[in-house]
């Protein structure tokens, strides 16, 4: 792929940045090496790659956004186009990882462009966070494990909340601090 082509990716595709590093980070450390994860909304295809990297459990890595698929398959990601979790086997998946769109964002706002859609999370930050929790027990393994990121910006405690009500316990496993923002990654069992 070409310079120019790649810059063009760039624009409609999220790049890695503090909280993709800190979700790849932690869930390469906690996913056993023979599982078979499933990383959604994969952007660039960044921690995808690690947790593929640096264990031996194979990653599959959706997205909704046509442009991110194709990047994360230039950098070798095995990739589906899927809007969440929607075309997958029920119990198929040992983990999933998730950094989800969790800006709050003026409701007036249109989400008009791919980048908006990557970062805009609905005017609670939680926009697709719900029904994220509501959809991905289908798609667990009976003892599976979900890593999902949030921020203080959408209410780590709201999130919590709601994956206890989708049948979830929900812990937090890491965080880095910010001086706008708490991230903190929550891992989800059943």
Do not use: C
Not at 137 to 142: D, E, F, I, Q
Request: glycine share 8%.
């Amino acid at each position: 792929m070409g310079l120019e082509d790649r810059r063009g990716l760039e624009r409609d595709v999220y790049q890695p940045a503090e909280d993709s590093a800190l979700l790849a980070e932690t869930a390469a450390e906690r996913i056993d090496d023979d599982a078979l994860v499933l990383e959604v909304g994969t952007g660039s295809g960044y921690v995808a790659s690690r947790i593929a990297e640096e264990t031996d459990a194979r990653v599959i890595a959706s997205d909704l956004n046509p442009h991110a698929v194709r990047e994360a398959r230039s950098e070798g990601v095995e990739t589906v186009r899927a809007d969440l979790v929607s075309p997958f086997a029920d119990g198929a998946f040992d983990a999933v990882a998730f950094n989800p769109p969790y800006l709050p964002t003026d409701p007036d706002n249109e989400w008009d462009d791919w980048m908006e859609r990557a970062l805009s999370g609905g005017e609670d930050g939680r926009a697709v966070i719900d029904p994220f929790l509501a959809t991905v027990g289908r798609v667990l393994a009976p003892d599976g494990v979900v890593y999902l990121l949030v921020s203080s910006l959408t209410g780590v405690d709201e999130v919590v909340e709601r994956a206890g009500k989708e049948g979830f316990s929900a812990v937090a496993v890491a965080d880095e601090s910010f001086p706008f923002e708490t991230l903190t990654v929550l891992e989800l069992l059943r």
